[in-house]
């Protein structure tokens, strides 16, 4: 079974912090997303990659960067957390075959104060 | 561009009852079409897809749906509800290939009444 895990289920900051939510994918994956849950709103892309250092933006990418030095890690910086952060975050990944299956991981429910 | 419309926010059902969730969508390319379902405090996971060939698509725990092209509509449907479907049920939508990314809708919670 693919298994994307997260580094934390819940995590609280304060504004100003700097922020590493961290993925890992077990499958050999080239392909990984961040995304963000909101109530109403659905999931709204971060951050994608598609290869080891390459990265691009998805729908919503300010205040946000990614890192990808491994193929099997993705991480999500937030350089300078703000309320408006807070947040739901999924990690997900797919082969090149079947890019749109994504699989994704539990989430981390991030709260900013 | 393309994008995905689920109309209402919550959709309740009884026990045994047909489960009706809707999907239309815009796409200005022959579209890849997506259901995933999201239990309580986990992930999404992949419930069923469209892409070629035959347009009525089953899926995993019952369900499936059918692709209307001319109604620009991917509708969700299970003939019996069970108490555990209950969840969160996202409609998506690709141009298919490779890098190209899902673009999804804003979610039906669907709960299931005794």
């Known amino acids: 079974d693919v298994k994307v895990t997260q580094s934390s289920r819940y995590l609280v900051k304060r504004t100003g912090e700097k922020v590493f939510l961290e993925c890992v994918q077990d499958?050999?994956?080239?392909?990984m997303f961040w995304y963000r849950q909101d109530p109403g709103l659905g999931l709204r892309l971060i951050y994608f990659?598609?290869?080891?250092?390459?990265?691009e933006k998805g729908d919503i990418p300010e205040g946000y960067s990614v890192s990808r030095e491994k193929k099997e890690r993705f991480s999500l910086i937030l350089e300078s957390a703000s309320t408006n952060q807070t947040s739901m975050y999924l990690c997900?990944?797919?082969?090149?075959?079947?890019?749109?299956?994504?699989?994704f991981g539990p989430g981390t429910r991030l709260t900013v104060l | 561009a393309q994008s995905v419309t689920q109309l209402g926010s919550h959709v309740s059902v009884s026990e045994g009852a047909l489960v009706l969730l809707r999907c239309n969508y815009s796409?200005?390319?022959?579209?890849?079409l997506f259901w995933y379902v999201q239990y309580p405090n986990q992930g999404l996971q992949l419930l069923l897809k469209?892409?070629?060939?035959?347009?009525l698509v089953k899926g995993i725990n019952g369900f499936e749906a059918e692709f209307k092209k001319s109604e620009t509509s991917f509708h969700l449907t299970k003939p019996s509800a069970h108490m555990s479907d209950a969840a969160e049920y996202f409609c998506?939508?690709?141009?298919?290939?490779?890098?190209?990314?899902?673009?999804f809708g804003k979610g039906i919670t669907l709960s299931v009444r005794p």
């Open positions: 997900a990944s797919s082969s090149n075959r079947r890019v749109n299956e994504q699989f």
């Open positions: 998506a939508v690709s141009r298919g290939g490779a890098n190209s990314k899902l673009t």
């Open positions: 499958m050999d994956h080239e392909n």
């Open positions: 469209y892409t070629t060939g035959a347009t």
């Open positions: 796409s200005s390319v022959p579209p890849y």
């Open positions: 990659s598609y290869d080891v250092k390459m990265k």
